[in-house]
């Protein structure tokens, strides 16, 4: 594995595996120098291309990649799953297949039980994150994986472990008055998630406001990204890419799966 690339340090079962790729290490040029797993933001298709065949590589399984539209969908991805379905989030009992998330500043959240029988990957920007009617992608994806088992056992939330990865950081994430009024109207608590900027701005904690989110639904062991700048996108140019830092950007991603 790439050593630039990040594995989460948290207590998962040694069947489940996790990384997130940086922008180091692949066939693309330019903007999208040089990993860039995205094929939808300019970049040549065959660099793409050989980029996720890298990446499938390293992970031993198949990555399957999502059309990720800012939503709340969360898909099942067994083995005769397909790439470009339209999801935010997906879960997995199955091995051969990696839960896998794009990102460029979004946050990409990682979950797995303490028995290593399941695993989810979530894409988390504002939109999804605040979702509609209390609903977000943290929720409908906690739904998802909670649901019982083939052998018929559930998840409590207890088991649940959740690991945070790289974003766009508090420091960089000026939001207008509406996106904090979308946190705030669902949870008042989630007020400590934006600092007063210009007038009607806001700096947004994207990984604090997810880890608020966890919490509520009982999700007490959260690791990974705590908002400080090691963690932000937009800071660090040479190590991962930023549609908010550069427009035109590639996108990194975060793999989980079972063994």
Known sequence: MNPDWLQPDWPAPARVKALCTSRSGGASGGAYGSFNLGDHVGDAPAAVAANRAALARVVGVRPVFLSQVHGTQVHALDAAS??????????????????????????PVLL???????????HAGWRGLAGTSDQGVLETTYKAFRAPALDGIGVVATEIIAWLGPCIGPQAFEVGDEVRQAFVAHDPAAAAMFAAGAPDKWWANLAGLARQ??????VQQVFGNDGSPAWCTVSQPSR???????????????CIWLV
């Open 240 to 254: 991962f890419f930023s549609h908010r830092r550069d427009r035109i950007s590639g996108r990194m991603a975060a």
């Open 213 to 218: 989110r966890l919490a509520a639904l009982g």
């Open 82 to 107: 397909l790439d470009g379905q339209a999801a935010d989030a997906a879960v997995s009992q199955q091995t051969g297949v990696a839960c896998t998330i794009m990102v460029a500043d979004c946050l």
């Open 112 to 122: 797995t039980d303490l028995q290593g029988r399941r695993v989810a990957a979530a």
